[in-house]
């Protein structure tokens, strides 16, 4: 298991950007696939974007695609989460997650029963 730290997280306003970091340590980073889900309040936790181990594979939830770009720096064991066009329904507490092995599909990183470490979270809340 790895053990993941985010930050980033806070007030924005509608329309700007925040910057997630996801800090891994305990194992070798580049053995795990990386995602990113968010739960907002009364809602389930949902997929938000995942990356491959090496990075050269990505997938986005199609609301957050055109605005928001998953990247990782394995040098860093650090896994990042760029958002722009923020909107209030971006509201949540967003969570990074790590899947042990190669295997990077997007029916393998869009489900989170198929992580085994998590983060604490961050929260991010967007204002109108």
């Known amino acids: 298991q790895v053990q993941l730290v985010e930050s980033g997280g806070g007030l924005v306003q509608a329309g700007g950007s925040l910057r997630l970091s996801c800090v891994a340590s305990g194992r070798a980073f580049n053995n795990y696939a990386m995602g990113w889900f968010r739960q907002a309040p009364g809602k389930e936790r949902e997929f938000v974007a995942g990356i491959s181990w090496s990075g050269a594979d990505t997938y986005y939830a199609d609301f957050v695609k055109g605005r928001f770009t998953i990247s990782r720096d394995n040098a860093k064991n650090t896994v990042y989460l760029q958002m722009n066009s923020l909107t209030p329904e971006d509201t949540a507490v967003y969570y990074c997650?790590?899947?042990?092995?190669?295997?990077?599909?997007?029916?393998?990183?869009?489900?989170?029963?198929?992580?085994?470490?998590w983060g604490q979270g961050t929260q991010v809340t967007v204002s109108s």
């Open positions: 997650a790590a899947r042990a092995g190669y295997e990077s599909t997007w029916s393998t990183l869009s489900r989170s029963a198929n992580f085994g470490s």
